[in-house]
């Protein structure tokens, strides 16, 4: 019997410190199939940002401790969360004030009061555009990978090739010396140099890279 596949909810952070208005957000936006994290200002939010991973942040503009221009400066200057899909929540209307969250980066505004139907397709805007950049990303990163490993392997193509040369080269003005030691040593150069051609390969054949993770602190490609 097949298992059923669970499709993983997108991600919503909001950010309002009206207890009422932040309740009734959070019910509205689990009813719509999303999965949700409220907290009362930017600074918490900052607080659960990297652990919670959402698609779009939704923020009032006007809160205690850190507003919601504040946390959204934070949020666009960090490379890890700027494809965030951030979302201002404002009773604000002049020209002046769009401009200055456009300037520190927000993605959309909404005026308070909010009409439910449009919250709901301003985020679900939000998620498409948060995964088309997420997918084109992810497509940048992996042809400059594959672009890199071509180059590593094609500039360790032309020593490996001088290098096989002239060790044939080396065994055959040996060969009628006696030098039975000198034989696990060909033995294992020519060894070295078959995982080297199979690097080498590898690489300049690499086409869809999948980064693993090395150590604590350092990633590599995987190779078959």
Same mark, same amino acid.
């Given at each position: 019997?097949?298992?059923?596949?669970?499709?993983?909810?997108?991600? /919503?952070?909001?950010?309002? #410190?009206?207890?009422?208005?932040?309740?009734?957000?959070?019910?509205?936006?689990?009813?719509?199939?999303?999965?949700? %994290?409220?907290?009362?200002?930017?600074?918490?939010?900052?607080?659960?940002?990297?652990?919670?991973?959402? +698609?779009?942040?939704?923020?009032?503009?006007?809160?205690?401790?850190?507003?919601?221009?504040?946390?959204?400066?934070?949020?666009?200057?960090?490379? +890890?969360?700027?494809?965030?899909?951030?979302?201002?929540?404002?009773? =604000?209307?002049?020209?002046?004030?769009? /401009?200055?969250?456009? #300037? %520190?980066?927000?993605?959309?505004?909404?005026?308070?009061?909010?009409?439910?139907?449009?919250? %709901?397709? =301003?985020?679900?805007?939000?998620?498409?555009?948060?995964?088309?950049?997420?997918?084109? =990303?992810?497509?940048?990163?992996? +042809?400059?990978?594959?672009?890199?490993?071509?180059?590593?392997?094609?500039?360790?193509?032309?020593?490996?090739?001088?290098?096989?040369?002239?060790?044939?080269?080396? +065994?055959?003005?040996?060969?009628? %010396?006696?030098?039975?030691?000198?034989?696990?040593?060909?033995?294992?150069?020519? =060894?070295?140099?078959?995982?080297?051609?199979?690097?080498?390969?590898?690489?300049? #054949?690499?086409?869809?890279?999948?980064?693993?993770?090395?150590?604590?602190?350092?990633?590599?490609?995987?190779?078959?």
């Amino acid at each position: 019997m097949d298992k059923m596949v669970v499709e993983e909810m997108d991600k /919503i952070l909001v950010v309002e #410190d009206e207890k009422d208005t932040r309740f009734i957000l959070d019910k509205l936006l689990k009813k719509n199939n999303f999965e949700v %994290i409220a907290v009362n200002n930017g600074k918490e939010a900052l607080e659960v940002l990297d652990s919670f991973k959402p +698609k779009v942040i939704l923020a009032d503009w006007t809160m205690p401790v850190m507003d919601g221009l504040q946390f959204c400066d934070i949020v666009k200057k960090n490379e +890890k969360h700027k494809l965030i899909y951030f979302i201002i929540l404002t009773a =604000r209307t002049s020209l002046n004030d769009r /401009i200055t969250g456009l #300037d %520190i980066g927000a993605d959309d505004f909404l005026m308070k009061p909010i009409e439910n139907q449009e919250l %709901i397709a =301003r985020i679900r805007s939000g998620v498409r555009i948060f995964n088309l950049q997420n997918e084109l =990303r992810t497509a940048e990163h992996s +042809k400059a990978i594959v672009e890199l490993a071509c180059t590593i392997g094609h500039n360790l193509n032309n020593p490996l090739s001088s290098l096989s040369s002239a060790l044939t080269d080396l +065994k055959s003005e040996l060969s009628n %010396i006696k030098l039975p030691d000198l034989k696990d040593d060909f033995l294992i150069i020519d =060894r070295s140099l078959d995982k080297i051609r199979n690097l080498v390969k590898q690489l300049t #054949d690499l086409k869809n890279p999948e980064i693993i993770e090395y150590t604590d602190n350092s990633k590599m490609i995987k190779l078959k």
